[in-house]
């Protein structure tokens, strides 16, 4: 059983003009445009198992984190169309070499404020090889800084 102190879970709400279903669109059908919303943040996404938009299809990414290219492969673990949300997990990549797991959870819902946004919800949950590595603050801020720049794109289309 893993140490408590190693386990974590982050979660971060953005707010987006875009709809629930246009965010939800890029990320689960749609992955391998983002790098057209946000190049200088994701450099590539490419389809290495299934099909696009299906649960078990392995994605590779290009990134740029902290300055430094990275790489990472992940699985899509959930899609739900009807609560707008995707589950990857990282199998392989850079993350790996400082994570023994690591899973991103997006979902994108209608704002309770009602005024025509949205509010995408990450959640980031991790296990930690040891104690000396970070919690990972600044990739849950690339994840807000990704949305922003997809929001930016998919307001701009309408």
Request: hydrophobic content about 35%.
């Amino acid at each position: 059983m893993a140490s408590s102190a190693l386990t974590g879970k982050l979660e971060t709400d953005v707010e987006i003009k875009a709809s629930p279903q246009q965010f939800h669109d890029m990320f689960s059908n749609k992955p391998h445009h983002i790098h057209h919303t946000c190049n200088d943040k994701i450099q590539g996404c490419d389809l290495h198992e299934g099909d696009w938009g299906t649960v078990g299809s392995v994605i590779f990414w290009n990134y740029v984190h902290d300055g430094e290219a990275k790489v990472a492969k992940e699985v899509v673990e959930a899609i739900d169309p009807e609560k707008n949300a995707v589950t990857l997990r990282v199998i392989e990549g850079d993350l790996m070499k400082e994570y023994k797991s690591f899973a991103a959870h997006i979902q994108a819902s209608p704002n309770p404020k009602g005024e025509g946004s949205s509010i995408v919800h990450w959640t980031l949950e991790y296990e930690r090889l040891h104690d000396a590595i970070a919690h990972p603050e600044t990739l849950l801020q690339l994840c807000v800084d990704i949305s922003k720049d997809i929001d930016a794109h998919l307001i701009k289309g309408n």
